[in-house]
Each structure stands twice: as structure tokens, then as C-alpha cells.
């Protein structure tokens, strides 16, 4: 399922309250919705400029809203949900937060991982070895992928208030907008 509107993904972000990266509300202390709030607002705050990475932080467990259970490939799934409304950096982004937790497993043992996202890690392939994270350091999106990331490990926080989600539709608007823009000038050039 891809989100052609804004409409449609605004629509997709209000389903996850509720919504628990786990079926049986094992895992962390905040619902998908708060979740996605609450990483987007650290990102929001570390990054002001970077609208993409803001808003790949907030749609990047919508995965676990489409298809309930898929811990390994949530991120492709809300990669390719978003792409055709967001373009490739934000669908990038959001396929690589996965692959930077495996990352910084591997470089930083120490980093704290919740209960859920610890339990994932093993579905998701465990720490990197030293050939995967060799070849994830070149990717140029990299260092972003590990921002989102540690922003992801953060925003699991009972009762943190990050807003509401309606505030950014107008990001969304403008990420989207941009996309299209891009995707229609580089048909014609």
C-alpha cells in the first residue's frame, strides 16, 4: 500500500494510535503514534533544517502498521509506502534505520537498545559483521540513517510531549511538494 495525498498518510499516522510495534503490547511504552511524535521532534530539534530526516523519523514504523508482525522488513514496507509521496531520500532513510541499528550494535555495544528493539535485533540479523558495516559506511546516507536511528531509540518515552501530529502536515506538504517538484523538472531537463 503506497500513500499517493498527504491525506492519505496523514490518514496512515492517526491509525497508528493505538498501535503498538508489537500485537500483543509487549514491547514499548508508547503506542506507534507517539512514537513516530516523539522521534520526529528529536530529530526536529538536533536537525531544524533537515525536513526529510524529520519526517523519515515520523514514518518510519509505519511498517508495523501495514503489516502487523514484520519486525525484519518493516522498513521496506513503509520505504516503499512512502517513496511515490516523498521521494528516495525519505524511503532511504527509512529502509536504513534498521540496518544502522544492526550498525551501532556492532560499533556501540554499550548503546541502549529498549526491551522490543533488542528482541528485533536477533529477527533483523543481529549486530553487523565487519564486512556489512564496512559497506554501510560508504553508503552516503549513512550518517543520517545512524541520526534517525539514535532518534528512534529515544522517542520511546511514556508521557513525552512532542505535539500533535496534525502540526506537521505542512512539513509533509512541503517534503511532498518538493519530491514532485524534483521528480517533474528532472523529466523535462
Not at 525536513?51 to 508482525?69: C, F, R
Request: charged fraction near 30%; glycine fraction near 8%.
Amino acid at each position: 500500500m503506497a500513500a499517493n495525498s498527504v491525506d492519505e498518510l496523514m490518514d496512515l499516522l492517526y491509525a497508528c494510535r493505538g498501535v503498538w510495534d508489537s500485537p500483543d503490547r509487549s514491547g514499548d511504552a508508547v503506542d506507534l503514534h507517539d512514537h513516530a511524535l516523539q522521534t520526529a521532534a528529536l530529530l526536529r530539534r538536533r536537525h531544524p533544517a533537515d525536513k526529510e530526516l524529520q519526517i523519515a523519523g515520523l514514518v518510519h514504523d509505519l511498517g508495523h502498521l501495514l503489516l502487523p508482525g514484520d519486525d525484519a522488513g518493516h522498513g521496506n514496507r513503509a520505504a516503499d509506502a512512502v517513496r511515490p509521496l516523498l521521494g528516495d531520500r525519505v524511503a532511504r532513510l527509512v529502509r536504513l534505520h534498521v540496518p544502522a541499528k544492526r550498525y551501532l550494535a556492532a560499533m556501540e555495544p554499550w548503546h541502549t537498545l529498549s526491551e522490543q528493539s533488542a528482541r528485533t535485533l536477533r529477527l533483523q540479523g543481529g549486530a553487523m559483521t565487519r564486512a556489512e558495516v564496512e559497506a554501510f559506511v560508504l553508503d552516503p546516507l549513512a550518517e543520517d540513517a545512524v541520526r534517525l536511528r539514535r532518534a528512534d531509540d529515544e522517542g520511546r518515552t511514556a508521557g513525552m510531549d512532542a505535539g500533535i501530529m496534525e502540526d506537521w502536515r505542512p512539513v509533509l506538504e512541503s517534503v511532498a511538494a518538493g519530491h514532485h517538484h524534483v521528480g517533474v523538472r528532472s523529466r523535462y531537463q
